[in-house]
């Protein structure tokens, strides 16, 4: 079974910035893709930026120049810097990860975090 625990989510004036974080903890051989999604009131989550794990990044069109996702493949963890952020961005923050166990590394699993809430507001 694995865990993954998010923090750093929170209150924030518009243009303001924060960094969440997310660490993966349990039975792990690899991580191949891991990152971050959203969901708001009333929507459908989605997407808000992934990176593998030898680097490649997909970030959603609504947070290019402004969101970076990055990850430390070492200690299982992934951030995602948000800057300028924006009213809009008001939403539950969801880490999602793409694992790779020990005892079945042909097969990936995914989980999901518990979620953090970020809300930009003044």
């Known amino acids: 079974q694995v865990q993954l625990v998010e923090s750093g989510g929170g209150l924030v004036q518009p243009g303001g910035s924060l960094r969440l974080s997310c660490a993966a903890s349990g039975s792990i051989f690899d991580i191949p893709t891991m990152g971050w999604y959203r969901q708001a009131p009333g929507k459908e989550r989605e997407l808000v930026a992934i990176?593998?794990?030898?680097?490649?990044?997909n970030h959603a069109d609504s947070v290019k120049g402004r969101f970076a996702v990055s990850r430390d493949n070492a200690k299982n963890m992934v951030y995602l810097q948000m800057n300028s952020l924006k009213p809009e961005n008001t939403s539950v923050y969801y880490c999602n990860a793409r694992v790779r166990m020990r005892t079945t590394v042909l097969s990936t699993y995914i989980y999901w975090g518990q979620g953090t809430q970020v809300t930009v507001s003044s």
């Open positions: 990176m593998t794990i030898d680097g490649t990044t």
